[in-house]
């Protein structure tokens, strides 16, 4: 059984932080990282010692991860920070070229971890944060420490956080012509894997609710796809769909979590339905002898993006959330699927098929400003970060036998990267910010 953490925040910011001049702004072009500092956090308790050292460890490995940063070694230090409460001595983080400072202390009392963190701009000589208190369990603090990385990261690049989040995947296990695939949840940079589905499932296309405690898969284990609702807190499930005659997958929550929208296959033709998950009664959306699948919804619930072949060819399409007559988006060459909206509106994520390659691109929601993102043998399946900033997918290299990992990239190309899984993993979806 999973546990939530629950993490009481209180942060006041001075008014004087917001007109501080230390910023990251991110571009298409080229981005020299930010170099920081973050000293070891200061064990305010005998039983801190190790968390201080590994907090510390987890918000720089955060802040690094994104390649708009770069950790100042210790062994470069002149200044020691000895006590939460001592001055800062600017002079000596300017001389090791130090932008900004992280400092922090931690206190353990019984399962309690609390954590106290500032933020410096050091060559504006100036703190932009005060106040900024965390607590949690102490399983929890590896949660603690994506939520002070969360803090620094908005605070220096005005982008909204990510690393406070958890991204549900599939993991696959044996031989190619054995493949075993189950669901697991894990933080997101691939820490702390946890099993959601026994090893002998076989599952596909999990995706998060909005509120992050419940997830829809699609599962082969009748012999036929079926669609699954699972409580990610107690690991429950039930049937979502489940028509004698029929296929259901590819299902996809509603901004409200109330709806889901899925494609059902039924004597030979596959259509977009939406169902009320207070009722269980479904809505039939497309009705055309093509086949309509991967349906996304916009942040505000009113549209619906989705892959088609009526036009002959693999392509996207945007149509009302009640359904109607959709507009083709994509006009590019090659084949366009598995879509999604990103959580900010503005664009669309999706996968490309040209020329024998594969690409996760991005697109504004009306078609334009189409942009390639990755070339592989394989790249699929791709999923936001609650920020809009990163996406998140399933690669497959030439030769590997069909083992496939997840990869991140950022929206403009850059800091593409591999996510270290216990295994074989694919089919990410991204969950939204913790609470």
């Known amino acids: 059984m999973l546990r939530f953490l629950t993490i009481f925040v209180w942060l006041a910011m001075t008014s004087a932080a917001f007109s501080a001049p230390l910023r990251i702004e991110i571009t298409d072009g080229v981005i020299e990282p930010l170099p920081f500092a973050a000293p070891t956090f200061i064990a ?24 708009l940063f770069r950790e100042i070694p210790e ?36 399962d309690v971890v609390t954590v106290k963190f500032r933020l410096y701009d050091v060559f504006a000589n100036q703190e932009l944060g005060s106040g900024l208190r965390l607590s949690g369990t102490r399983d929890g603090w590896r949660r603690i420490a994506h939520k002070v990385a969360d803090v620094v990261y908005s605070r220096i690049t005005g982008e909204g956080a990510y690393f406070d989040s958890r991204v549900v995947f599939v993991s696959e296990t044996g031989a190619k012509d054995a493949r075993r695939k189950q669901l697991a949840i894990m933080d997101y940079d691939g820490a ?63 901004p409200d979590g109330n709806t889901v929208v899925y494609s059902l296959e039924q004597g030979g033709n596959t259509d977009i339905y939406a169902m009320s998950l207070a009722t269980g009664d479904a809505r039939r959306l497309t009705n055309a002898p093509s086949i309509e699948t991967a349906p996304s919804f916009s942040p505000d619930g009113s549209r619906i993006v989705f892959e088609s072949d009526r036009s002959g060819t693999q392509q996207l399409y ?59 043998f394989l790249d699929e399946g791709p999923t936001w970060a609650p920020n809009g900033r990163v996406i998140m997918f399933t690669r497959e290299t030439q030769g590997s036998s069909g083992a496939a990992s997840l990869y991140s990239v950022d929206i403009s190309g850059r800091n593409l990267k591999q996510i270290r899984t216990p295994g074989g993993a694919s089919d990410p979806s991204w969950s939204p910010l913790g609470q």
């Open 318 to 376: 945007v149509m009302s959330a009640d359904g109607g007559s959709p507009e083709r988006i994509s006009f590019g060459q090659g084949r366009y699927g598995t879509p999604v909206w990103s959580p900010r509106g503005d664009m669309v994520a999706f996968t490309k098929q040209n020329k024998g390659r594969f690409h996760i691109g991005v697109m504004r929601v009306d078609g334009s400003e189409e942009r390639l993102l990755t070339a592989s």
């Open 75 to 110: 062994s470069a230090f002149i200044s020691t920070l000895t006590s939460f409460a001592s001055p800062v001595q600017y002079a000596d983080w300017k001389a090791i070229n130090a932008q900004a400072l992280i400092s922090g202390a931690v206190s353990v009392e019984g």
């Open 192 to 254: 702390d894997v946890q099993y959601l589905t026994g090893s002998n499932d076989i599952v596909l296309a999990p995706r998060f609710s909005p509120s992050g405690d419940r997830v829809l898969y699609t599962s082969y284990e009748s012999g036929f796809p079926r669609i699954y609702v699972l409580d990610v807190g107690s690991a429950n499930r039930r049937v979502l769909q489940d028509t004698a005659g029929t296929m259901s997958f590819a299902p996809r929550f509603s």
């Open 44 to 67: 305010e308790t005998p039983s801190a010692g190790d968390l201080s050292r590994d907090l510390a460890a987890v918000v720089a490995a955060d802040l690094v991860g994104t390649g």
